[in-house]
């Protein structure tokens, strides 16, 4: 065979093929056939855009803080005979801990008070010294000097039965230091020391917590400052949640705003602020670190879509939006912010009551038409007219022309 002949022949195949490419593409169901009036509606799901209240929110990762925390030591030295707690369980106010030997302690309580025995029978005895050289009967027979003498140790006497009376004092506040009660209502940590060791005043006997109620220590960025003060001047503290670090879930609510720091760290560019729990069920516990969420403000009317409906694109987010005749357009939309784990509120692009894909997105184009259903419901089976309509359509398709 000639080249010329072997030229004509790649072009008549050439020609061929091209011609029967563009019939299949224009043929009734080829893939450029989507727009067409037969084409088959793309099943998705849609819900409205609906208009409510929705809550600001600013979040932090927070600290638990105990309201009180204590550590018991003894105020006087001596042998440690018991310690009248459990670790770990709650312990009231004005409750035994632990006692201490008391015997050196009860000996010069004592010993204080038998000198003010002796005292008292000294000042007795001057007061009636006194008073008998003061009787006219025996104010003559009296020197002046001796009479003031008898002044001058009633005087002395009444100061040192004064003083004894001071000494029982401290005595009786030592004695009563040998037996150790707590401070505060709160939970007993682990013991520092077990019976039967001499303690001193720097021997660690436990450490209570108070946990109800608790603390919450947070920090936010300074650019919040000014919209966190305006809100907490309102009659109402702001209200705080804690989530857990790991999933996000609230593990305490119904906390509140206490105090804003009066300072900003200059180091870090955040303020500090203080939240209290009443933490009834010991939810929190001194040390744990959960994330803090602050209810700053609740607009009023936001629209609200679910967050799985905004699409992302070289221009930005969007949405598709079903219009009137079943075909979707995609819509620019500007989020505001989040509402919840599910939900976002949008700023500007759409209107109450607008229809919005929320699945099946990947099916579709804009101008597509869609069949828009309810959340969870599923696309009717079709009907036996449906089937071979379909059926006669393949057929009509496979057909050359």
Do not use: C
């Amino acid at each position: 065979m000639s080249r010329f002949w072997k030229i004509t022949l790649i072009v008549v195949v050439v020609i061929v093929l091209a011609v029967v490419g563009m019939r299949l593409l224009h043929k009734p169901g080829g893939p450029a056939s989507g727009k067409g009036k037969d084409a088959t509606p793309v099943p998705v799901t849609v819900v409205p855009v609906v208009k409510q209240n929705v809550p600001v929110y600013l979040t932090a990762l927070g600290t638990v803080q105990a309201l009180n925390t204590v550590t018991v030591n003894p105020q006087v030295g001596g042998k440690l005979l018991s310690l009248d707690f459990i670790e770990g369980k709650p312990v009231k106010k004005g409750e035994v801990l632990a006692q201490i030997d008391p015997r050196t302690y009860q000996a010069s309580y004592d010993q204080a008070l038998a000198k003010r025995s002796q005292d008292q029978a000294l000042l007795a005895t001057a007061q009636s010294n006194y008073q008998r050289s003061q009787n006219p009967k025996y104010s003559q027979y009296v020197a002046k000097m001796d009479l003031v003498t008898q002044q001058n140790t009633v005087t002395q006497y009444q100061a040192a039965v004064a003083a004894d009376n001071a000494a029982i004092r401290d005595a009786k506040v030592q004695l009563d230091y040998t037996t150790i009660r707590s401070p505060i209502d709160g939970l007993a940590g682990i013991r520092g020391v077990d019976p039967g060791n001499v303690v001193t005043t720097g021997t660690a006997i436990v450490t209570l917590t108070q946990l109800h109620p608790i603390y919450v220590m947070f920090s936010l960025p300074e650019q919040n400052l000014d919209m966190v003060r305006r809100a907490a001047q309102g009659a109402t503290p702001l209200q705080v949640t804690a989530l857990d670090r790991v999933d996000a879930h609230p593990i305490a609510s119904g906390g509140v705003l206490k105090v804003i720091d009066n300072q900003i760290d200059v180091t870090t560019g955040t303020f500090r602020l203080k939240s209290q729990f009443d933490n009834a069920q010991s939810q929190l516990w001194p040390g744990q670190f959960v994330n803090v969420r602050l209810l700053v403000n609740t607009v009023d009317g936001g629209l609200v879509i679910p967050a799985q409906a905004v699409q992302r694109g070289p221009d930005g987010d969007y949405v598709y939006q079903v219009q009137g005749d079943n075909t979707v357009k995609m819509q620019p939309v500007v989020v505001a912010g989040e509402v919840g784990d599910s939900h976002v509120m949008i700023g500007s692009g759409l209107k109450v009551g607008d229809q919005v894909v929320t699945e099946g997105q990947f099916r579709l184009k804009p101008g597509s038409k869609v069949n828009p259903l309810k959340p969870g419901e599923v696309p009717a089976a079709p009907t036996a007219a449906q089937l071979e309509k379909a059926k006669q359509k393949a057929k009509g398709g496979g057909r050359r022309h």
